[in-house]
């Protein structure tokens, strides 16, 4: 299966200016190439895009992680805080009141003045709210919200960034795993070969048909194969365990789903173009837009605090002598209190304020454009890296097919005298070399396409979580 990509059809091109966010049409239509095959780009329909490569024992480790995975769980967290906060925000429309009550004492000195007169007390019940409110009509409460909502927007994608970032490492990692895996059982079945090669050589020389050094090339060989196997099993476990702590448990928790299994396929049917509102539900520019509305509200909250503020402020309550009398109309207090303030003069802070948050919006600017075309760069690499690993696992099998006719014409040469044992050896080397090379070009195809998933932001969206 070969992919030959072209390019993209549409030249992504800078903003107008400086401090403006790149326009929405200059990211590309599609990304042509030309294909033998056809089909649904991967997470265009399927959003579990890892459901594609029909195994059950990646779909388990990735709904594990999903639930258990602590950088997940943590982004959960800040996403429940930042909603939390929003209703906080909100909270301001509404008035605040307070309720007390409360009894007291006083005694008055009677010795404060040139003629002594006798102390005085008193003591009173007190009962009574009251309410604070800040009345909206300037639009300030609003402002806040509006950040406040774009914040809330920004955690959600970050949440789901962080999703579609576990989704992809589970999926790398076990890609990993069963590419030492399948390295491990060539070595062994290579080994098995060249155990074989080791007893004619002992038998030839027994024979008196071949040198003590035939036999000892044929053991180097496969004492060499042999000596990979505790660096493989090495890696197989620390991979294993990273896999564990991914899904959130504890290393070797997991271990039974992991003993052993196959490579995932790598092929994948792709389509002829791929539009832009892919890029668009990247959760990384999705989150950068929140970002950047949150800092734009945040620019008009500076900007109102140059308008006045109108607030309301009362109480009303009862105070009597004896807790009887607290509810007679004699013992009714209450004030009101409208307040209309406006600042006039702050040393310009208000102005440096407002500056300092046009600065920030523009720095935002500035990352969602680098976002953006972060987002296109990483697209275009993932595309080409799918289909050169595509093309090199075509052409890596062709060698290990030739590799494979090499040992066995050398071994056949080699038991009718017709050539030294030198071929032998080198034809078994370079057949091993080659046989670990596919898997690893294999593996390489299987990681670019996960990577290709993640790049379209394959997964969720903050519409879909």
């Known amino acids: 299966m070969g992919l030959l990509l072209i390019g993209t059809s549409a030249t992504f091109v800078r903003a107008e200016q400086p401090g403006q966010p790149l326009p929405a049409d200059s990211l590309p239509e599609t990304w042509q190439y030309v294909s033998d095959y056809a089909g649904q780009l991967p997470g265009s329909e399927d959003t579990m895009w890892w459901h594609r490569f029909n195994d059950a024992t990646l779909d388990t480790l990735i709904s594990l ?236 909250i500076a900007k109102k605090d140059f308008l006045p503020t109108l607030s309301l402020n009362g109480s009303i309550g009862t105070v009597a002598h004896r807790a009887g009398d607290l509810f007679k109309n004699n013992s009714l207090e209450y004030s009101i209190a409208p307040t209309l303030s406006w600042t006039v003069f702050d040393g310009m802070k208000r102005k440096y304020a407002v500056a300092a948050a046009k600065e920030q919006m523009l720095a935002g600017i500035d990352s969602y454009n680098l976002t953006v075309l972060t987002a296109v760069k990483e697209v275009e690499n993932a595309l080409i890296s799918y289909k050169s690993a595509c093309e090199e696992v075509t052409l890596v099998n062709d060698v290990v097919n030739q590799a494979r006719k090499t040992v066995d014409l050398s071994v056949d040469l080699y038991k009718s005298g017709l050539s030294g044992f030198t071929d032998v050896a080198n034809a078994q080397m370079t057949y091993l070399s080659y046989s670990n090379t596919l898997i690893e070009s294999q593996g390489k195809a299987l990681t670019a396409l996960i990577n290709l998933c993640e790049a379209l932001g394959g997964g969720w969206t903050t519409d879909n979580m």
């Open 65 to 300: 992680g999903l639930d258990n995975n602590y950088d997940v769980l943590m982004a959960a967290r800040r996403m429940e805080v930042s909603r939390q906060t929003l209703n906080e925000v909100r909270s301001l429309y509404f008035p605040s009141v307070n309720i007390s009550g409360g009894w007291t004492k006083n005694r008055t000195s009677g010795a404060m003045s040139s003629t002594s007169t006798p102390a005085s007390s008193s003591s009173s019940f007190n009962l009574g709210a009251d309410l604070s409110w800040q009345i909206d009509i300037f639009g300030k409460i609003t402002a806040q919200v509006r950040e406040g909502k774009a914040n809330w927007q920004a955690s959600r994608a970050e949440y789901a960034g962080a999703m579609l970032t576990l989704c992809g490492d589970i999926a790398s990692s076990y890609i990993q795993l069963r590419m030492l895996q399948a390295q491990k059982k060539v070595a062994e079945e290579h080994l098995q070969r060249q155990e074989t090669v080791v007893n004619i050589t002992r038998a030839r020389y027994e024979a008196g048909l071949a040198s003590q050094l035939d036999v000892l090339q044929a053991s180097t060989v496969y004492s060499s194969t042999k000596a990979t196997l505790p660096g493989l099993n090495s890696s197989i476990q620390a991979t294993m365990n990273a896999i564990n702590v991914l899904v959130g448990d504890m290393p070797g928790d997991i271990n039974s789903l992991l003993i052993s299994g196959p490579m995932p396929d790598f092929h994948m049917l792709i389509t002829a173009g791929v539009p832009r509102e892919l890029i668009r539900r990247r959760p990384d520019i999705v989150q950068a837009e929140a970002n950047l509305a949150a800092l734009a509200a945040a620019v008009g």
